[in-house]
């Protein structure tokens, strides 16, 4: 089975702070992606990453930044964090061309920024 | 650009009953596919079933099946047999053809009444 996993479920943080999430991915994909998820605005795509050292901007860049320094890590990392971030960020992982490009997501993590 | 449209914010199905959960897409790619997820109130985003925009037969996972109308440009999902663990959020999505980006409909409540 696929397996994606996220440094937290659960995240408070103060204004201003620098926040790392992590994500872990143990099945040797490509390709992987951090989305925020907010009530009425769906899922929006922040940052993905096709390969090591490699990052493209997604559709809500803006405060936000990327490491991918290892195959099966991806960090989202908020650079100055403000109470407009909080929301659900979910971390996914996946594979392009073999058939079905299928995007495996971890558990999420609810960030409150106070 | 690619869109994904899910007409119904709320849906009842009785235990044990069928349930049709609508998606309509739009896209100009010739190639795209097209996933639903399930998300229940943990948060994590579960993958359902994938339909590749060239694949000839439906595509069916356990008790999941996507009803897929290219003409019409819509990719239903159809669970049989509702059970009271399939209470929970669905999102239907898509990507397109050179695009690792996923397109997330707004999602569809779905509650399961014993």
């Known amino acids: 089975d696929v397996k994606v996993t996220q440094s937290s479920r659960y995240l408070v943080k103060r204004t201003g702070e620098k926040v790392f999430l992590e994500c872990v991915q143990d099945m040797d994909h490509e390709n992987m992606f951090w989305y925020r998820q907010d009530p009425g605005l769906g899922l929006r795509l922040i940052y993905f990453s096709y390969d090591v050292k490699m990052k493209e901007k997604g559709d809500i860049p803006e405060g936000y930044s990327v490491s991918r320094e290892k195959k099966e890590r991806f960090s989202l990392i908020l650079e100055s964090a403000s109470t407009n971030q909080t929301s659900m960020y979910l971390c996914a992982s996946g594979t392009p061309g073999q058939g079905t490009d299928t995007q495996y997501f971890g558990p999420g993590t609810r960030l409150t920024v106070l | 650009a690619q869109k994904i449209t899910q007409t119904q914010p709320g849906m009842f199905v009785q235990e044990k009953e069928a349930v049709t959960l609508d998606c309509t897409y739009d896209t100009s790619d010739p190639s795209y596919g097209l996933f639903w997820y399930k998300q229940p109130s943990s948060g994590e985003m579960i993958f359902l079933i994938y339909?590749?925009?060239?694949?000839?037969q439906n595509a069916t996972e356990g008790r999941y099946s996507l009803n897929f109308q290219k003409a019409r440009k819509s990719a239903n999902l159809v669970i049989s047999a509702s059970q009271l663990g399939d209470s929970a959020m669905y999102f239907c999505?898509?990507?397109?053809?050179?695009?690792?980006?996923?397109?997330f409909g707004k999602g569809t409540k779905l509650s399961v009444i014993p």
């Open positions: 339909q590749g925009s060239y694949d000839q």
């Open positions: 999505a898509m990507t397109g053809a050179g695009s690792y980006q996923l397109t």
